[in-house]
């Protein structure tokens, strides 16, 4: 899925991104399901989101300095050389990527390297509040962090409870830590979405690990404990096939993964349909999206096979259309916004006083 980073640089949003989508190809990371429609929702819902701020400043002469968002720049450190650099990376972009105001920028940021750090083993580690300067000739400001990193906690064990439709182990196998390696936040994420994928590939849509975790300061020991919270397994109410021809679309539907009744799973239903086309038949391998659309009736599901790749539903036109309308709007009250501000306040914010060190 490619992304497009736009920046709206007013006088209240400087450097606060919005990410918009292109192409068709978008899949929950949970489920797996085709969720195109659920992402141009979610984007008209943040474009309102920007016309009620907009609107609301509408007038105003100028936004108060504590509110207005800041661009970092650059983030330093100090102290951490014992660190892997791996580590003070990651810190560093979830840092330049977060939206912060002036007002809680020290605060915030200070929360975001603490939370990286104890997440790969730094419970004990002391983060200084940044040095906040502006950045020369680019509109921003640098932050300088002192930091007392302590030392790195070591992984004890790890335990897998509440499992029922799966095996404890094969949850376990998904987990990637064993006595004595060094916490990792990020190979941590990885695992509890593989679980989540396991599950929703056997129709458990719901299911959701939690993660516990019990430190022992004398031995600077981390033990984890994932409980399982399994939920329901979904069953298939229906299935609809689009843009095949008839016959292949009837051959389609006697496949066993498909059958009313029978547990839903994505996984094993592309496994089935991919089955149809040999490899290195005469054929091509076609392209094809499912779409899991549940029932009002609990633990149904709807089952849409889309193979009209290519093709835009009246529904996505009607979105696209009306997310067009919503950016139109928002760009004339942005103008309108700006044409206000410089009659009423011809002088740009300049935050760097305040930032003087």
Same mark, same amino acid.
């Given at each position: /899925?490619?992304?497009? !980073?736009?920046? =709206?640089?007013?006088? %209240?949003?400087?450097? !606060?991104?919005?990410?918009?989508?292109?192409? !068709?190809?978008?899949?929950?990371?949970?489920?797996?399901?085709?969720?195109? /429609?659920?992402?141009?929702?979610?984007?008209?819902?943040?474009?309102?989101? =920007?016309?009620?701020?907009?609107?609301?400043?509408?007038?105003?002469?100028?936004? $108060?300095?504590?509110?207005?968002?800041?661009?970092?720049?650059?983030?330093?450190?100090?102290?951490?050389?014992?660190?892997?650099?791996?580590?003070?990376?990651?810190?560093?972009? !979830?840092?330049?990527?977060?939206?912060?105001?002036?007002?809680?920028?020290?605060?915030?940021?200070?929360?975001?390297?603490?939370?990286?750090?104890?997440? #790969?083993? #730094? /419970?004990?580690?002391?983060?200084?509040?940044? $040095?906040?300067?502006?950045?020369?000739?680019?509109?921003?400001?640098?932050?300088?962090?002192?930091?007392?990193?302590?030392?790195?906690?070591?992984?004890?064990?790890?335990?897998?409870?509440?499992?029922?439709?799966?095996?404890?182990?094969?949850?376990?196998? &998904?987990?990637?830590?064993?006595?004595?390696?060094?916490?990792?936040?990020?190979?941590?994420?990885?695992? %509890?979405?593989?679980?989540?994928?396991?599950?929703?590939?056997?129709?458990?849509?719901?299911?959701?690990?939690? &993660?516990?975790?019990?430190?022992?300061?004398?031995?600077?020991?981390?033990?984890?404990?994932?409980? /399982?919270?399994?939920?329901?397994?979904?069953?298939?109410?229906?299935?609809?096939?689009?843009? &095949?021809?008839?016959? &292949?679309?009837?051959?389609?539907?006697?496949?066993?993964? =498909?059958?009313?009744?029978?547990?839903?799973?994505?996984?094993?239903?592309?496994?089935?349909?991919?089955? %149809?086309?040999?490899?290195?038949?005469?054929?091509?391998?076609?392209?094809?999206?499912?779409?899991?659309?549940?029932?009002?009736?609990?633990?149904?599901?709807?089952?849409?096979?889309?193979?009209?790749?290519?093709?835009?539903?009246?529904?996505?036109?009607?979105?696209?259309?009306?997310?067009?309308?919503?950016?139109?709007?928002?760009?004339?009250?942005?103008?309108?916004?700006?044409?206000?501000?410089?009659?009423? $306040?011809?002088?740009?914010?300049?935050?760097?006083?305040?930032?003087?060190?």
């Amino acid at each position: /899925m490619k992304e497009t !980073r736009y920046h =709206l640089r007013s006088g %209240l949003l400087v450097g !606060r991104p919005i990410w918009l989508p292109q192409g !068709r190809d978008c899949h929950s990371p949970r489920t797996g399901t085709d969720l195109r /429609m659920g992402r141009v929702a979610e984007i008209l819902l943040g474009v309102c989101w =920007l016309l009620v701020v907009l609107s609301s400043a509408h007038g105003q002469t100028r936004p $108060s300095a504590g509110s207005a968002f800041v661009t970092v720049c650059s983030v330093d450190f100090d102290g951490t050389d014992s660190i892997p650099l791996s580590v003070t990376q990651i810190a560093q972009q !979830r840092i330049l990527a977060a939206a912060f105001t002036q007002s809680e920028l020290v605060s915030q940021s200070t929360g975001w390297l603490r939370k990286v750090l104890y997440s #790969y083993g #730094y /419970m004990e580690a002391v983060v200084d509040p940044p $040095s906040v300067k502006p950045a020369e000739g680019r509109g921003g400001v640098v932050l300088r962090f002192h930091v007392e990193p302590g030392e790195r906690y070591y992984i004890s064990g790890l335990a897998v409870g509440g499992t029922k439709a799966l095996a404890a182990q094969e949850i376990r196998d &998904l987990i990637p830590f064993h006595p004595g390696d060094p916490v990792d936040g990020e190979k941590l994420d990885l695992a %509890l979405r593989e679980i989540r994928r396991l599950y929703a590939c056997s129709g458990y849509l719901d299911a959701d690990p939690q &993660l516990s975790e019990n430190y022992h300061r004398a031995t600077r020991t981390l033990f984890f404990t994932v409980q /399982m919270h399994e939920g329901d397994q979904y069953n298939i109410a229906s299935v609809k096939v689009l843009g &095949l021809d008839a016959a &292949l679309a009837d051959k389609l539907i006697t496949l066993p993964d =498909l059958q009313p009744n029978s547990a839903f799973s994505e996984c094993r239903i592309r496994e089935a349909i991919h089955s %149809l086309w040999p490899a290195g038949g005469s054929s091509s391998e076609p392209s094809f999206g499912i779409r899991a659309e549940r029932q009002l009736t609990p633990q149904k599901i709807d089952v849409v096979i889309d193979f009209s790749v290519g093709q835009t539903t009246q529904e996505e036109l009607h979105a696209q259309s009306s997310l067009q309308q919503y950016w139109i709007r928002a760009e004339e009250i942005r103008c309108e916004l700006r044409e206000s501000l410089k009659r009423k $306040s011809p002088t740009p914010c300049d935050f760097s006083k305040e930032w003087a060190v």
